[in-house]
T-cell receptor, first 114, second 113 residues
Framework: DQQVKQNSPSLSVQEGRISILNCDYT??????FLWYKKYPAEGPTFLIS?????DKNEDGRFTVFLNKSAKHLSLHIVPSQPGDSAVYFC?????????????FGKGTHLIIQP | DTAVSQTPKYLVTQMGNDKSIKCEQNLGHDTMYWYKQDSKKFLKIMFSYNNKELIINETVPNRFSPKSPDKAHLNLHINSLELGDSAVYFC????????????FGQGTRLTVV
């Protein structure tokens, strides 16, 4: 039972354009959401996060939007750069649940084309 | 200066063997985790450990056991390795509670032959 879903296994975007990665979740207890970036043979690296009390969080070229009623979040990368090519994982947790870790989606492989 | 480090990076071993993967974090975090990324690239929590409180994902076989000598270390022991245990294992750490991110190690690719 996938509680966090990333329905696009891959996404190809031209350099300089906007990349939009989507994520849906089913567990309404989740109240903290994160995006991780992963290069081959490396561990996931934290990118940006958002609390459920917000609907937007911005950090440089990266913006995460949260639509709680739709249980949907998205990551926008503007402008996309070649170094952004990686697998992006959406993750969620219930902050009141103690040390029970993150629930991850399956990831979206973002390919930035020159 | 690596924040979360795990060793070895690659581990090839035969079925039936017992092996360990070590993890250390220098971030002062109070909670550590082990995740497994299987062949379908799913990252799934195996264990989380905080102040001697161990939370186990019920799908993890009891051949897997975490051992924490202190707050900065959480090692993963695997007994009687099986072919299906082949995967990439990631260690991570975070602060418990609140809205904080987890930091991951570089992963250990375990291959059971």
């Amino acid at each position: 039972d996938q509680q966090v879903k990333q329905n696009s296994p891959s996404l190809s975007v031209q350099e300089g354009r906007i990349s939009i990665l989507n994520c849906d979740y089913t567990n309404s207890m989740f109240d903290y959401f994160l995006w991780y970036k992963k290069y081959p043979a490396e561990g996931p690296t934290f990118l940006i996060s958002i609390s459920s009390i917000k609907d937007k969080n911005e950090d440089g070229r990266f913006t995460v939007f949260l639509n709680k009623s739709a249980k949907h979040l998205s990551l926008h990368i503007v402008p996309s750069q070649p170094g952004d090519s990686a697998v992006y994982f959406c993750a969620a947790r219930y902050s009141g649940g103690g040390a029970d870790g993150l629930t991850f989606g399956k990831g979206t492989h973002l390919i930035i084309q020159p | 200066d690596t924040a979360v480090s795990q060793t070895p990076k690659y581990l090839v071993t035969q079925m039936g063997n017992d092996k360990s993967i070590k993890c250390e974090q220098n971030l002062g975090h109070d909670t550590m985790y082990w995740y497994k990324q299987d062949s379908k690239k799913f990252l799934k929590i195996m264990f989380s450990y905080n102040n001697k409180e161990l939370i186990i994902n019920e799908t993890v076989p009891n051949r897997f056991s975490p051992k924490s000598p202190d707050k900065a270390h959480l090692n993963l022991h695997i007994n009687s390795l099986e072919l299906g245990d082949s995967a990439v294992y990631f260690c991570a750490s975070s602060l418990r509670g609140g809205n904080t991110e987890a930091f991951f190690g570089q992963g250990t690719r375990l291959t059971v032959v």
